[in-house]
T-cell receptor, first 112, second 111 residues
């Protein structure tokens, strides 16, 4: 299966600032996704990162708040902009392979 | 609204026991089903897919009941290392936006 390197693994940020999370895959993958897992909750899809075009966002998520880049088939970034304490969560990238989804190790974000 | 419901637990089970938990889903058009395991502060990892005929992988058995729209996971001869959160995932097709995750069932195996 693909190996995903996600960083940072954790961060504590001041409200009003932005954090960019990186996800590097060791092979070319067509579909990459960004999820959020809030405390005590399950995973929620933020957006699908499309290579060469704008990301496709799910209901409740907008590009201004969560800009995503996908410059090639092995890399993507998610930025959490103008953070507030409600953004404190785990953010995970994921790729789709033949047999299912593989997740990055996650970024644990705390906004103070 | 697509929903996947799981008993959050925690299930406290002595080592060596058999434990089973279920997951129900609301979307009858769901096509694929999975169990993921998530350890504390770790990412989810695929445990097994769930096939219509039921499938077994070592000590783990997964079953699907389409008529009643539930999926089950059975763990036999439980080990301490089985302690984790087990996520039920239902795929209605069409990419990741078709995936619905349950909130997970917390399993604690006690020595």
């Amino acid at each position: 299966s693909a190996v995903i390197s996600q960083k940072p693994s954790r961060d504590i940020c001041q409200r009003g600032t932005s954090l960019t999370i990186q996800c590097q895959v060791d092979s070319q993958v067509t579909m990459m996704f960004w999820y959020r897992q809030q405390p005590g909750q399950s995973l929620t899809l933020i957006a699908t990162a499309n290579q060469g075009s704008e990301a496709t966002y799910e209901s409740g998520f907008v590009i201004d708040k969560f800009p995503i880049s996908r410059p090639n088939l092995t890399f993507s970034t998610l930025t959490v902009s103008n953070m507030s304490p409600e953004d404190s969560s785990i953010y995970l990238c994921s790729v789709l392979e033949g047999y299912g989804y593989t997740f990055g190790s996650g970024t644990r974000l705390t906004v103070v | 609204r697509k929903e996947v419901e799981q008993d959050p637990g925690p299930f406290n089970v002595p080592e060596g026991a058999t434990v089973a938990f279920n997951c129900t889903y609301s979307n009858s058009a769901s096509q694929s089903f999975f169990w993921y395991r998530q350890d504390c502060r770790k990412e989810p990892k695929l445990l097994m897919s769930v096939y219509s005929s039921g499938n077994e992988d070592g000590r783990f058995t997964a079953q699907l009941n389409r008529a009643s729209q539930y999926i089950s996971l059975l763990i036999r001869d439980s080990k301490l290392s089985d302690s984790a959160t087990y996520l039920c995932v239902v795929d209605s097709g069409g990419g990741a936006d078709g995936l619905t995750f349950g909130k997970g069932t917390h399993l604690i195996i006690q020595p």
